[in-house]
């Protein structure tokens, strides 16, 4: 099977509205007006190799962007009514192009010319969705690239077309990029329009302009651990992809990018390399997906920043490791306010990866899937953490019901999220806290972590406490309304990746998780509190719908002015008895 494009991370692309599309097109209109390219400068190769095996599908009518799956033999891919805006963004950014140049002999180009040719009939003159600047970007890198894979053959009149076509989209970016938001977007955008100035005979007056705003986006939207502030793993590796093909190109023809670039480079790799599990795969959080395979190791290695260990927080995340054991945390407040419609609720959570196998996951980012998914996969329910009955650890506005959930943010969630770092004999440990629910129950969350034996037992203890007398009251005050003695509701949880077999075992005392080659995993808890095995949800952006799996639920009450759960994973050779907190 081949495997599928992603859509870009944790971006759901709302329908452009009338007057967004219309300045677009008076844009691009005027664009044609601009300078026109002469002739190609340099012709750079693509950076990274596309899929045959997809290639073929596609000429084979087999569309698979965005998430989304259509069947179309026969059928140019701009008579097709797209299912949803991913699949629409991903159609008109023309990354396939990878995937129909990589098909042996040439096979692909002569259905690359006809779809190309086709596009520049339909929407070469500003028509369409795909005259955004972001878009924009993404299909002028495309193009260029591919050039002569694309010009091989062509009729002179073509050629003219797409050469005016390159020039009306690099003239388009140049007036647009300032306008598009700040951010992966405006990257994609001064990306494609550096491209264009370094190729493109003619377009070359355009370079200056564009280095200046690209070395302004590093210098204010990268920060000096090499983080960006809607902490997406995905999204950050995505930014890194853009800024090593930058420097490349600039290299190469001879040129060079302000400081700046090159900072933001050095500083983003230990950060992406903190970020990932020993499977090769990011951190699933925060609208951000595993990466596409092979994306983060091709980056890390095409911008020669060599291997370095990152001290403290990554972009807050925390990360252990050991004996090809990784087990990543969440720890830092997720984004609030207007830029915060990706965030995830997901504060304290951890996923934890054996070898190449993922154990305990995230649910993910639902983008892909719909508006309802998208939502559900932000709550905390989703998240390897602590959820509280009934409220998530951080809240949308209170007008979020009137409000698309493409733009839903929160307004309410963890402002003090504390983490130090435990000394242990064999192994390193985190003790952590969220303040999430203590405006709303007097109830602060207390997490600790240890991963022992050479990563073969990861210990954990969670706790809801309130902490002070002012916590007190208020959980009083909301416990009162409760029946007697029936205490708050809360649930550890510990979503299964779907490849994951789930047992009980011992009884129902523990769980045996059984990873693809056969390595066996043994949950087990301090009997505080009633274990469960429930069905979950798996986000996967490269499936048409999302995966079946399973979460081990544990199951507290807070009576008095706190309570909390132990539990423990552990290879069978590293199995040890829960810590016991009764006493």
């Not at 081949?2 to 664009?31: C, D, M, N, V």
């Not at 999430?436 to 073969?456: A, F, I, M, Q, Y």
């Amino acid at each position: 099977m081949s495997e599928p494009i992603p859509p870009s991370p944790g971006r759901p692309r709302p329908r452009q509205g009338h007057g967004t599309r219309l300045s677009h097109r008076l844009a691009a209109l005027s664009a044609g007006m601009g300078p026109r390219m002469q002739g190609f400068l340099w012709q750079p190769e693509p950076r990274f190799p596309g899929s045959a095996a997809r290639g073929r599908q596609l000429l084979a009518g087999n569309f698979r962007l965005g998430g989304a799956f259509i069947e179309a033999p026969g059928v140019s891919p701009w008579d097709i009514t797209p299912p949803t805006d991913a699949f629409e963004a991903a159609l008109h950014s023309f990354d396939w192009f990878d995937d129909l140049a990589a098909i042996e002999d040439g096979a692909g180009r002569t259905t690359a010319q006809a779809w190309l040719a086709d596009w520049i009939a339909r929407f070469g003159r500003g028509k369409g969705p795909g005259w955004s600047a972001d878009l924009t970007g993404r299909r002028q890198i495309r193009w260029i690239t591919h050039a002569l894979f694309l010009m091989s053959g062509q009729r002179p009149p073509e050629t003219r077309l797409f050469q005016r076509t390159l020039s009306r989209q690099a003239n388009f970016l140049a007036k647009r990029w300032p306008r598009t938001s700040s951010g992966l977007p405006r990257l994609e955008a001064l990306t494609g329009l550096i491209y264009s100035a370094c190729a493109l005979i003619g377009i070359e007056t355009r370079l200056d302009p564009a280095l200046r705003g690209l070395a302004q986006e590093c210098a204010t939207q990268i920060d000096a651990q090499g983080g960006i502030v809607t902490r997406n793993p995905e999204e950050l590796l995505e930014v890194f992809v853009l800024l090593t093909w930058t420097s490349q190109i600039l290299q190469e023809t001879g040129k060079r990018a302000d400081p700046a670039v090159d900072t933001a480079i050095m500083r983003i790799a230990p950060t992406l390399r903190a970020l990932r599990h020993t499977d090769g795969s990011l951190m699933r959080s925060h609208g951000g997906g595993r990466g596409a395979p092979g994306r983060l190791i091709g980056a890390l290695v095409q911008s020669g920043v060599r291997p370095s260990r990152m001290k403290g927080l990554a972009m807050g995340y925390a990360r252990m490791a050991s004996g090809r054991v990784s087990v990543i945390t969440d720890a830092a407040p997720p984004m609030m306010g207007a830029g915060s419609t990706n965030a995830h609720a997901g504060t304290l959570a951890f996923e934890m990866t054996s070898a190449n196998h993922p154990l305990i996951v995230n649910a993910g980012s639902g983008a892909s899937f719909g508006p309802e998914w998208r939502r559900a996969g932000r709550a905390t329910v989703s998240h390897s953490t602590v959820s509280l009955e009934g409220y998530s650890s951080s809240r949308f506005a209170h007008k979020a019901a009137d409000v698309p959930p493409e733009r839903q943010g929160f307004d309410e969630g963890p402002t003090d999220v504390s983490i130090q770092v435990s000394e242990i004999a064999g192994g390193e440990g985190l003790i952590l806290s969220h303040d999430g629910w203590r405006r709303t129950h007097g109830l602060v969350h207390l997490r600790s972590l240890t991963l022992e034996d050479n990563g073969s037992l990861l210990r954990g203890e969670d706790g809801l406490a309130a902490l002070d007398a002012n916590d007190r009251e208020r959980f009083m005050s909301i416990n009162r309304i409760l029946p007697t003695d029936v205490g708050l509701r809360f649930a550890t949880r510990f979503h299964l990746h779907p490849d994951v077999v789930v047992e009980l075992d011992m009884g129902g005392a523990a769980v045996s998780l059984t990873l693809p080659t056969e390595e066996v995993w043994v949950f087990r808890h301090g009997g505080e509190a009633q274990l469960s095995i429930m069905p979950s949800i798996f986000f996967d952006a490269g499936r048409l719908q999302p995966r079946a799996t399973k979460q081990i639920v544990l199951t507290q009450r807070v009576r008095g002015y706190g309570a909390a759960v132990s539990w423990s994973i552990a290879r069978p050779a590293a199995l040890l008895p829960a810590p016991d907190l009764s006493s």
